[in-house]
Each structure stands twice: as C-alpha cells, then as structure tokens.
Nanobody, 115 residues
Framework: QLVESGGGLVQPGGSLKLSCAAY????????ISWYRRAPGDEREWVAR????????DYADSAKGRFTISRDNDKNMAYLQMNSLKPEDTAMYYC??????????WGQGTQVTVSS
C-alpha cells in the first residue's frame, strides 16, 4: 500500500513537499515514480527514482523545479516542488514498480496552485 500526503493550496511561486509512505512491500526493491492528473487531462509522469536512489529522471515540466528523493530506511519517497505554477495543479500519485511483482499506486494527494 502507498499513501501520499503533503498536498494543499499554494500560491504561484511557492513550494510543497509531497510524501509517499509505503506499507507491506520491500520498498527498497522498487522503482518509485510520481505521476499527476489534472482535471480533464491524461495522467502524466513527473519523476522517477531507482531503488537505491542513485538515478533520477524528470519530465521536462518538472526539470529544474522538482526533486524526487527517497529514504529506504523509513519506506518513504518524496517530491519537493518549487516555483510552482498554476499548471502544476493536479492530483499527484506515487507508484511503486518492480519487475515480476504487482504494481502499487497510492490514492493521491491534491495540489492546487492559485492566487
């Protein structure tokens, strides 16, 4: 099970840090990704981090503003979001994937960027 938290309402230019807590899986063996879905849009991949945390990838929309990280000892993943824009408004989800194992999704946390 994955549980996201940390969403909320923030003004343009502000920051938020999303958290993803993992339960019942060998967290350190999973690639963790963040996705988002705005109303009326398709789900969009945002960022990815490898099991050991050494490699990260970002969508162009997130590069330079968002940072994905993880703490395997705490079974936690994070998405630090800076310089937020209204177009970042979406429901944000974390996903855990490991080859040959079930894929896990969280229930999402809402991020709203508005003045």
């Amino acid at each position: 099970q994955l549980v996201e938290s940390g969403g909320g309402l923030v003004q343009p230019g502000g920051s938020l840090k999303l958290s993803c807590a993992a339960y019942g899986l060998n967290f350190r063996d999973y690639v963790i990704s963040w996705y988002r879905r705005a109303p009326g849009d398709e789900r969009e991949w945002v960022a990815r981090i490898t099991p050991g945390g050494r490699t990260t990838d970002y969508a162009d929309s997130a590069k330079g503003r968002f940072t994905i990280s993880r703490d395997n000892d705490k079974n936690m993943a994070y998405l630090q979001m800076n310089s937020l824009k209204p177009e970042d408004t979406a429901m944000y989800y974390c996903k855990a994937i490991q080859q040959g194992r079930p894929i896990y999704w969280g229930q999402g946390t809402q991020v709203t960027v508005s003045s």
